[in-house]
């Protein structure tokens, strides 16, 4: 994204403490940034905290006017490039909904014709609230908002749901995809997390895969301007941009591939697909037929969804993951050749990397080139690598 000037609007939630970091990290990429708080902010976070991270006076209730040469908040709509509701409270979502103006926030807002973001944050049963999706509904459909959702983790009540704010870091690099066209026009596919094949209605045979990795992938897509659709197990928050598809098993994740891969540039496959299945399920709880008996389960394979694409793939590039416990590279490149994938995504999984964690170590292998071996960093920061990648692959394919 070129150097902008980008207006953050803090509202009065406890995730505001968190946004002089994000005021530091849009102007270490070079943007100028401006600060306007509602009074309800300064209760979490303080003007002259934000004021000295930014470099300029923050503009807070009741000193709109301190200036007369000028109408404060309306110089900041006109000078600002984007607007960032950070975090957006289910209070300021009501009153932006509804054409409200009692604060210099939402006066500015409305004064403001730059293209606008919303990262709202709250508690997981406000989110929820049907008034409170009606009221963002309305924002993107009927005044061309752009909403970052809230994410799955511990909320200030003390227990995990959705309504966390994202990390300052990811909202930067949602920021910096905005203006960023390199996958403009084309269609991606991610999949992402761990399939579930039943035993029972109870029981399922599954996996670790928390679909972090994939999910991060389809956001990064989107940012860059592709149209994309994510066929996952899990349920995680998306961007603007992602098309959601919820499957259960690796049949209905081949299923639901398939019937959009013809008219696809790319597939990514960051899902872990379960190797086996249960030729028939049971309509019945599976009982135990005395103290002492055991089960045996006699599985048969499931669809390799990879190398079915692999096969027939005419124009589509076609990325693969590789999850390894042990001789990762070798593994990886087998699975490179065997599969006929343009690219294999290899990653060493135990305790501590891979499934189930917030960051990725991974290593990048293409047919006839020497592996690219990224460091660990946060999951976000390893998808933007990759569609990096993707989108200098796909100028190639076009040239």
């Known amino acids: 994204m070129k150097k902008q000037h980008i207006a953050l609007f803090v509202t009065g939630g406890i995730a505001a403490y968190k946004v002089p970091l994000l005021v530091r990290a849009l102007i270490k990429a070079g943007h100028d940034v401006r600060v306007e708080m509602t009074k309800s902010a300064e209760r979490f976070v303080t003007p002259e905290t934000l004021a000295i991270v930014s470099k300029a006076a923050v503009l807070t209730d009741g000193h709109e006017f301190d200036h007369p040469e000028h109408v404060a908040h309306v110089a900041l709509a006109h000078w600002a490039d984007l607007g960032v509701v950070v975090p957006a409270t289910a209070n300021t979502l009501a009153k932006l909904a509804n054409g409200l103006a009692d604060n210099v926030v939402t006066t500015t807002l409305l004064a403001m014709q730059a293209p606008k973001l919303l990262v709202p944050a709250m508690n997981d049963q406000m989110w929820q609230n049907p008034q ?29 749901g959705i309504g966390r704010m994202p990390e300052p870091e990811r909202i930067a690099l949602f920021i910096e995809s905005l203006d960023d066209p390199r996958l403009r026009g084309r269609r991606i596919i991610v999949s992402a997390g761990g399939t579930k094949e039943r035993l029972d209605p109870v029981r399922y045979l599954t996996n670790d895969s928390s679909g972090k990795m994939g999910t991060a992938i389809a956001n990064a897509a989107a940012g860059a301007g592709a149209e994309v659709t994510l066929v996952t197990t899990r349920q995680l928050p998306v961007v603007p941009g992602v098309t959601v598809k919820q499957v259960e098993s690796a049949q209905s994740m081949a299923d639901t591939i398939d019937a959009e891969f013809t008219e696809a540039d790319a597939v990514i496959m960051a899902a872990a697909v379960a190797d086996y299945r249960l030729p028939t399920v049971s309509d019945h709880k599976l009982k135990k037929t005395d103290a002492t008996s055991g089960l045996t389960l006699n599985l048969v394979q499931n669809p390799d969804i990879l190398a079915s694409l692999g096969r027939k793939k005419t124009h589509q590039i076609l990325i693969g993951f590789a999850a390894e416990t042990n001789d990762l590279l070798k593994n990886a490149q ?18 501590t990397h891979g499934f189930n964690t917030d960051t990725n170590a991974v290593t990048l292998l293409r047919p006839e080139q020497a592996p690219v071996t990224l460091p660990e960093m946060p999951k976000p920061k390893v998808a933007a690598a990759l569609i990096e990648q993707l989108a200098t692959m796909l100028a190639k394919q076009k040239g």
């Not at 752009?146 to 799955?152: C, F, G, N, Q």
């Not at 294999?344 to 305790?351: E, F, L, M, P, S």
């Open 132 to 160: 409170t999706q009606k009221n963002i509904a309305s924002l993107m459909t009927e005044q061309n908002y752009l909403v970052l959702p809230p994410e799955t983790g511990l909320l200030a009540e003390g227990y995990a």
């Open 334 to 351: 087998l699975k490179l050749t065997k599969k006929n994938a343009d690219m294999i995504v290899a990653n060493h999984v135990d305790a």
